[in-house]
């Protein structure tokens, strides 16, 4: 299904003036000649096709909003054509600065430390990728010296109308181009740091027959820290297609993933009473509790955040199984895992085994806060479980002490309090338990220290464009690192009423959004997200490193919440409505079979493959039409413990 074309303007004022057409509200911005677009006496840029020679090619223009262009190029073959390649390009006209291919690429990721594609080229050729890998359908911005610029195209309806995209900066010019039909080149990134050979679909056109690329254009001026990609995410947006998924059950979700909790997650022996990590199949198909890392505080295992929520449902049911499971997970942390020096066993493996760790800014952000909601939760249950907020103190109070000048926290640290290394977002994760710390105890040694924390770390995000380094088994540009910079913000700004700290929430936001898929994918008849139904709509992809996509996105959708009622603008409600609904996709009622094997009650698998990810060569390297195992097997925590967070606070 195309995009849904919106007519923002139905009658617009134009005038012929020596060749120049000129638009009454697009002020200094025409085009001339048809091909070349114009502004402050500068061109800005030119459109362009390629064809066989035996391929007609017509071009033609509309203006849809103040900024924004429909161009619609259509081929239509003279004579019976064989292996036809079509592009449609915008050349822009300057010295490449910046650019962005949304979920692909940010500013070729040479700031990340993994093997995904950098640059824009390899082996001398463009890399071209699949529209399916981009969060806006075959999405590139770039900046010039003074404007921004950006493309994408439409939704293809069926599987031979799919295409990809290519960005292409030279020393003065920067293409945006789409190519059809589709293909990856010159390699294809088909897992974590590996490639398979590159591939390109072959289309033979009869005569007389036509095909279209559309081409959506839209001009800016260009802002300061990267802002005017806002204007590419607000008209996608306003384009996107009606949510398809229905409205979630929440009180059956609620009690489908505590049951998980109980049934599936909960373990109970000589060692360690709580929740593991996950579950996985063996080798006779069967799920079974992984066997290695089992159990985490924070980050997948979430362990103290699901000790919160059984708790909540205590309240909520009555059910002493959750009071004494999330009791005995909480005081099992809280009293084997605090160091002397404040820092706390973030791998209770580590505990078990009497063997050291690395203990890191995720975990233990994480953890602190989660304390400090279970003290507040334990005290309304009129229970004295002071190792809670012990707990919570300590990892602050050595945050304090560890932070330095200029406001970093850093990355991990070992037992003995040495930090092993400081680069990154993810200390940014300790900045919301300082909040919590300020909440508590109403010390603005707490509240100085987050602020100065987050003066480093979203001035990074600002000078970048992005952020890194989110995730503890990638170092690459991600979206989990600017989580945590949205929830301080909002929380500084609810502490301060600082406008400043509002601003930078739309932001961070903005660059979030670009991780959000604004559509939905049609899969082939056959696909396994067709025969599950699954949504592209509203997922979120995970890094520049790994394309999939998974529900951590429901983190931050009661943020979303309520960013839309401070800035009065809808449009985060409406996202934070898509990311909710496909967060709760294929959860495991007792009856849903994927891939061969029938999920557990409350189960969600971690990743969902939209695009080749995964893919295996096969003859000439090119991927299958249909995929069938488009979701893996691993049943991780975490998104069971995000869903219930988010379901907690929701009725908070």
């Known amino acids: 299904m195309k995009f849904i074309k919106i007519i923002l303007v139905l009658l617009l004022a134009a005038w ?4 120049v057409a000129q638009v009454a509200f697009l002020e200094n911005i025409h085009w001339k000649d048809e091909w070349l677009l114009s502004g402050d006496n500068k061109l800005i840029g030119t459109v362009n096709a390629t064809a066989p020679t035996d391929v007609k090619m017509k071009c033609e223009k509309e203006l849809v909003s103040e900024n924004t262009w429909e161009i619609t190029w259509t081929f239509t073959a003279k004579r019976d054509v064989p292996n036809v390649h079509l592009t449609a390009s915008f050349e822009h006209v300057s010295k490449p600065e910046w650019w962005m291919i949304p979920g692909v690429s940010y500013n070729g990721n040479h700031l990340s430390r993994g093997l995904e ?13 699949s529209y399916k890998r981009t969060s806006i359908p075959g999405a590139i911005y770039s900046e010039g010296e003074d404007f921004a610029i950006a493309t994408f195209g439409n939704v293809p309806e069926k599987a031979e109308d799919d295409y990809s995209c290519s960005i292409q900066p030279e020393p003065n010019i920067i293409t945006h181009q789409l190519l059809w039909p589709e293909e990856e080149m010159p390699v294809s990134y088909c897992a974590q740091d590996q490639y398979i050979p590159g591939w ?11 095909r279209k690329l559309t081409l959506y254009l839209i001009v800016a001026r260009k802002e300061t820290n990267h802002n005017a990609y806002r204007h590419m995410l607000d008209m996608a947006w306003l384009m996107a297609e009606p949510e398809k998924l229905p409205v979630p059950d929440e009180k059956k979700l609620w009690e489908q993933s505590v049951e998980f909790c109980h049934h599936s997650l909960w373990i109970e022996n000589d060692d360690y009473m709580g929740y593991l990590i996950g579950l996985n199949l063996n080798e006779k198909g069967e799920w079974q509790q992984a066997t290695r890392n089992r159990y985490e505080a924070g980050w997948m295992g979430q362990n103290i955040s699901l000790a919160v929520s059984i708790l909540h449902d205590f309240n909520r049911t009555g059910n002493h199984v959750s ?7 909480l005081d099992m942390w809280a009293d084997n895992c605090q160091l002397p020096n404040g820092l706390f066993y973030t791998q209770y493996d580590a505990v078990i085994n009497k063997s050291r760790c690395i203990m890191d800014a995720c975990n233990l952000g994480t953890a602190a806060y989660q304390f400090f909601e279970a003290d507040a939760v334990v005290k309304g249950l009129r229970l004295v479980r002071p190792g809670y907020l012990g707990a919570a103190w300590g990892i602050c109070n050595f945050m304090l002490a560890d932070q330095q000048p200029n406001g970093c926290y850093g990355r991990g640290w070992t037992m003995d309090g040495r930090c092993v290394e400081r680069e990154g977002g993810v200390g940014a994760y300790i900045i919301p338990a300082m909040l919590k710390a300020y909440e508590f105890y109403n010390d603005k040694k707490y509240l100085e220290s987050a602020q100065r924390a987050y003066i480093y770390y979203i001035d990074g995000f600002k000078k970048n464009g992005f952020s890194t380094d989110g995730t503890l088994d990638t170092r690459c540009i991600d979206r989990e690192s600017a989580y945590p910079l949205l929830t301080s913000a909002m929380g500084l700004y609810k502490i301060t009423k600082n406008d400043t700290y509002l601003n930078d929430a739309v932001d961070v936001s903005y660059y979030l959004s670009t991780w959000l898929w604004h559509y939905n994918i049609n899969y082939p008849q056959g696909d396994a997200f067709q025969q599950y139904g699954y949504k592209t709509l509203g997922a979120t992809s995970v890094s520049t490193q790994r394309h999939y996509f998974d529900t951590f996105a429901c983190r931050w959708v009661n943020a979303w919440r309520e960013l839309a009622k401070l800035t009065d603008d809808s449009q985060w409600s409406e996202k934070a ?6 967060s709760c996709q294929l959860v495991g009622d007792g009856v849903l079979m994927v891939n061969g094997h029938i999920r557990p009650i409350g189960s969600q698998n971690e990743a969902f493959y939209g695009s080749t990810w ?7 390297g090119v991927p299958p039409m249909i995929q069938k195992n488009r979701m893996n097997d691993w049943l991780v925590a975490w998104p069971c413990a995000f869903r219930l967070e988010t379901l907690r606070e929701t009725e908070e």
């Open 200 to 210: 390109r679909r072959t289309y033979n056109m009869k005569k007389g027959e036509e």
């Open 577 to 582: 409505e898509a990311i909710w609904r496909n």
């Open 614 to 620: 995964c893919s295996q060569s096969r003859g000439e």
């Open 16 to 19: 012929q003036t020596e060749g």
């Open 323 to 329: 009071l004494d499971q999330g009791m005995a997970t």
């Open 117 to 129: 594609p950098k640059g824009e080229k390899r082996d001398r050729q463009w890399y071209t990728f």
